[in-house]
């Protein structure tokens, strides 16, 4: 089963607006990571952020974890056309390398 | 040139064959795993191995098969026991560190379509 479950499923804004997407997980983890993964693609890592961390930002992107809520936002500022793409969100837990990722988010960024 | 890589890009299988995808990393990670991925959907765990020689089932391992003979290898078979193969599978690899949870490096993917 999949732990976490992204809303929206889809999103279409205009370049240049801010594109927030959530996620929503079941169980206690120890970090939740955000990739990226272009239309017929692999994925790509975009950040990472631990379970003792609040907020975290890496250039266009921050990132919020609420571990009460068992919830995580992405934001996107200023958004492009190139940041098209679907966005998923990984939890990890345990004692061994093993994610679970999301159902993602489809995100459309009109020129 | 440090990466992963996947092929064939694009595998076309009839029904009742075995087929395998290749992986391979030179990254030196010690972790690599396989995900299936349906149109519209998230990844799903098949397989994961985190050294040589050793590997675990994932969340849909039935109908496939892994070996772990070298640490830049990780080819995965998809047999006649899989019922519906059809979908888009991706290997990945990543750093062991203890318990931490590090970042996956993934690679293109490589599509399977039964005929």
């Known amino acids: 089963s999949q732990q976490g479950e992204e809303d929206p499923q889809a999103l279409s804004i205009q370049e240049g607006e801010n594109a927030t997407m959530n996620c929503s997980y079941k169980?206690?983890?120890?970090?939740l990571q955000w990739y990226r993964q272009n239309s017929g693609r692999g994925l790509v890592h975009l950040i990472l952020i631990r379970s003792n961390e609040r907020e975290k930002h890496s250039g266009r992107l921050r990132v919020t974890l609420d571990t009460s809520k068992k919830s995580s936002s992405l934001l996107i500022t200023a958004s492009r056309a190139a940041d098209t793409a679907s966005y998923f969100c990984?939890?990890?837990?345990?004692?061994?390398?093993?994610?679970?990722f999301g159902t993602g988010t489809k995100l459309q960024v009109i020129p | 040139d440090g990466g992963i890589t996947q092929s064939p890009k694009y595998l076309f299988r009839k029904e009742g064959q075995n087929v395998t995808l290749s992986c391979e990393q030179n990254?030196?990670?010690?972790?690599m795993y396989w995900y299936r991925q349906d149109p519209g959907q998230g990844l799903r765990l098949i397989y994961y191995?985190?050294?040589?020689?050793?590997?675990q089932k994932g969340d849909i391992a039935e109908g496939y098969s892994v070996s772990r003979e070298k640490k830049e290898s990780f080819p995965l078979t998809v047999t006649s026991a899989q019922k519906n193969p059809t979908a888009f599978y991706l290997c990945?690899?990543?750093?062991?560190?203890?318990?931490?949870?590090?970042?996956?490096?993934f690679g293109p993917g490589t599509r399977l379509t039964v005929l």
């Open positions: 990254l030196n990670h010690d972790a």
């Open positions: 169980t206690s983890i120890n970090n």
């Open positions: 191995s985190q050294i040589v020689n050793d590997f």
């Open positions: 990945a690899s990543s750093v062991l560190s203890g318990a931490t949870i590090n970042e996956q490096f």
């Open positions: 990984a939890t990890g837990a345990g004692g061994y390398q093993k994610v679970t």
